[in-house]
């Protein structure tokens, strides 16, 4: 059956950087950040959410900041397409983590939300989530090379060196953020206690699992040849405007929410979701052949059956 889609050639277009710096504190992330910055670009914004550590390196590098002081994603979304608006060519984010875990991040807006009569954290998320989602498209979207720090969660471990003497050592392992928010990025690296960059995530083929003491320069330099490296990138279309309010999610959209959280934070098997699903869409909208026909009263009243389901299935304690 022909469908009237066709392919066309693969070209490479000239980008920008979608950077992600993830490790515990004291790695040097804010400074690897700045240093790669002023290879990238001449004009360079930076979002401070560290009550203004960011400038006490001042004295060294050249940049605006913003300290921001509620850590709601709508705050960054505003203070991101203000850099864009206002011509940077380089935007830090500093910190992206607290967008996730700091005050008036998601979340403590799923908690908040969760508190008010008839609500749950599940209800709580189909708020949260659309806003979060505007986040990852607003720095995708960004005409600004975007550098983003993240807190990494940290642990300590015990080793012997070649000697036999114990050490202990501080690693840091995912980063704090949405599970899968690094793959965002074009060029994601961890950093640890001795300011070692590790790349463990790239598109940029002469970074493909490099491992760099101190970088600085040298290796933004790398970075830039590759984004620059390519044709033209398209224009937006001219009547592109940054949104101020994320849209809200569809009754599918809420159905398919519900789902992800019991699989992902309850951790109840996918196909048993499912099932439970389909069941209970019979039940309540068996006109409705799949979850893109339901109304929004089906689904509010599926989604509620499908939490009743988890608590009397799974225990009081995963609800």
Same mark, same amino acid.
Not at 1 to 13: D, I, N, Q, V, Y
Not at 160 to 186: C, H, S, W
Not at 262 to 288: F, G, V, W
């Given at each position: 059956?022909? +469908?009237?889609?066709?392919?066309?050639?693969? +070209?490479?277009?000239?980008?920008?950087?979608?950077?992600?710096?993830?490790?515990?504190?004291?790695?040097? #992330?804010?400074? +690897?950040?700045?240093?790669? &910055?002023? @290879?990238?670009?001449?004009? =360079?914004?930076?979002?401070?959410?560290?009550?203004?550590? &960011?400038?006490?390196?001042?004295?060294?590098?050249?940049?605006?900041?913003?300290?921001?002081?509620?850590? &709601?994603?709508?705050?960054?979304?505003? &203070?991101?397409? $203000?850099? %864009?608006?206002? %011509?940077?060519?380089?935007?830090?984010?500093?910190?992206?983590?607290?967008?996730?875990?700091?005050?008036?991040?998601?979340?403590?807006? =799923?908690?908040?939300? *969760?508190?008010?009569?008839?609500?749950?954290?599940?209800?709580?998320?189909?708020?949260?989530?659309? !806003?979060?989602?505007?986040?990852?498209?607003?720095?995708?979207?960004?005409?600004?090379?975007?550098?983003?720090?993240?807190?990494?969660? @940290?642990?300590?471990?015990?080793? #012997?060196?070649? #000697? %036999?003497?114990?050490?202990?050592?501080?690693?840091?392992?995912?980063?704090?953020?949405?599970?899968?928010?690094?793959?965002?990025?074009?060029? =994601?690296?961890?950093?640890? *206690?001795?300011?070692?960059?590790?790349?463990?995530?790239?598109?940029?083929?002469?970074?493909?699992?490099?491992?760099?003491?101190?970088?600085?320069?040298? @290796? *933004?330099?790398?970075?830039?040849? !590759?984004?620059?490296?390519?044709?033209?990138?398209?224009?937006?279309?001219?009547?592109?405007?940054?949104?101020?309010? *994320?849209?809200?999610?569809?009754?599918?959209?809420? =159905?398919?929410?519900?789902?992800?959280?019991?699989? @992902?934070?309850?951790?109840?098997?996918?196909?048993?979701?499912?099932?439970?699903?389909?069941?209970?869409?019979?039940?309540? $909208?068996?006109?409705?052949?799949?979850?893109?026909?339901?109304?929004?009263?089906?689904?509010?009243?599926?989604?509620?059956?499908?939490?009743?389901?988890?608590?009397?299935?799974?225990?009081?304690?995963?609800?």
């Amino acid at each position: 059956m022909t +469908t009237g889609l066709t392919f066309r050639r693969a +070209t490479k277009a000239r980008a920008r950087a979608r950077i992600a710096l993830i490790g515990p504190s004291g790695s040097g #992330k804010t400074y +690897t950040a700045l240093l790669f &910055a002023q @290879t990238l670009g001449e004009r =360079v914004a930076l979002i401070d959410t560290e009550h203004g550590s &960011a400038s006490k390196y001042a004295d060294v590098f050249t940049f605006d900041v913003l300290e921001l002081t509620d850590f &709601a994603p709508k705050a960054y979304v505003e &203070a991101i397409e $203000a850099a %864009g608006a206002a %011509g940077y060519d380089v935007l830090i984010i500093d910190s992206l983590s607290h967008a996730w875990a700091g005050k008036g991040g998601a979340l403590e807006m =799923v908690d908040n939300a *969760a508190a008010r009569p008839g609500c749950n954290k599940y209800t709580a998320w189909r708020d949260v989530t659309p !806003w979060h989602n505007r986040l990852i498209d607003t720095i995708i979207a960004s005409p600004c090379h975007v550098i983003a720090t993240m807190r990494a969660k @940290t642990e300590y471990v015990i080793e #012997k060196d070649e #000697k %036999g003497n114990t050490t202990i050592r501080k690693v840091g392992l995912a980063p704090v953020q949405r599970d899968g928010m690094e793959y965002e990025f074009d060029i =994601v690296a961890d950093m640890d *206690a001795s300011n070692t960059l590790m790349v463990s995530k790239t598109r940029c083929p002469a970074l493909r699992q490099a491992t760099v003491r101190m970088p600085g320069a040298e @290796t *933004a330099e790398v970075i830039k040849a !590759w984004l620059s490296d390519g044709v033209d990138a398209p224009e937006p279309p001219p009547s592109y405007a940054p949104a101020t309010k *994320a849209a809200a999610p569809g009754p599918a959209d809420r =159905v398919r929410l519900l789902q992800r959280n019991l699989n @992902t934070d309850l951790s109840l098997p996918a196909d048993d979701i499912i099932a439970a699903t389909k069941a209970i869409r019979k039940q309540i $909208a068996p006109e409705a052949e799949k979850l893109e026909d339901l109304t929004e009263e089906q689904a509010e009243a599926i989604c509620l059956a499908l939490e009743e389901w988890a608590f009397n299935v799974h225990g009081a304690t995963t609800v």
